[in-house]
């Protein structure tokens, strides 16, 4: 029930922001932080916490890490949340296929 962890994590609207800056590519702290209202030690901090939910990874560059999203743990969420658009797609298919009697009748 990884997708848990990864629900509470995004939960917090910085760390969100940030999981959302890393939509567009590998970054390092620095670039991540750049005009954030917190800290590089506090972005680090979130990051930490977003790698530890299975949202992102990081590899070393030099002498720092970058970050990015890891497809698998977000897979994981996608997949849980993909349930949910199923059930519902599958519902509206039924309600069409019970009204399609209905209005076969009452066209002249």
Sequence with gaps: MAYGNALACLADPTRRRIFE??????????????????????????????KEAGLVNDRPEGTRRVYYIDPDGLGELRAWLDQFWTAALESFKQEIEAEAPNRARRKP
């Design 21 to 50: 800056r890393l939509r567009s590519g590998p970054a390092p702290v620095g670039i991540v932080a750049r005009g954030l209202p917190v800290s590089r030690p506090a972005v680090s901090q979130h990051l930490k916490v977003l």
